[in-house]
């Protein structure tokens, strides 16, 4: 059974920088994609990065272009999440997630296995 563990959250100033880390067991990351989606207090769900394995290509939300970094290591099973120049409006819980069933998707609304999420808080 898939699992995935997000850690790294926590309580940052803004222009400070966090790195998300989302370890995955019981599933192989090759050849899958992985993404990450926030949803802040009150707000839905957004897709804000992802990865495929194929060839490396990463995708970004515009709110977090240029600020923020995913990258993954198949050897550890996990995929990670550089987010640097925070912002109060990062405010969210973190979840990494993958489509178990698709190759290399990064669908966001296919990706059926979640982690329980990371919160990230910031303020000043």
């Known amino acids: 059974q898939v699992q995935l563990v997000e850690s790294g959250g926590g309580l940052v100033q803004p222009g400070g920088s966090l790195r998300l880390s989302c370890v995955v067991s019981?599933?192989?990351?090759?050849?899958?994609?992985v993404g990450w989606i926030r949803q802040a207090p009150g707000k839905g769900r957004e897709g804000i990065s992802c990865i495929t394995d194929s060839d490396g290509h990463t995708v970004y939300a515009d709110s977090v272009k240029g600020r923020f970094t995913i990258s993954r290591d198949n050897a550890k099973n996990t995929v990670y999440l550089q987010m640097n120049d925070l912002k109060p409006e990062d405010t969210a819980v973190y979840y990494c997630?993958?489509?178990?069933?698709?190759?290399?998707?990064?669908?966001?609304?296919?990706?059926?296995?979640w982690g329980k999420g990371t919160l990230v808080n910031v303020s000043s």
């Open positions: 019981g599933f192989t990351l090759d050849y899958r994609g």
């Open positions: 997630a993958l489509d178990s069933r698709r190759p290399d998707s990064c669908v966001y609304a296919g990706m059926e296995a």
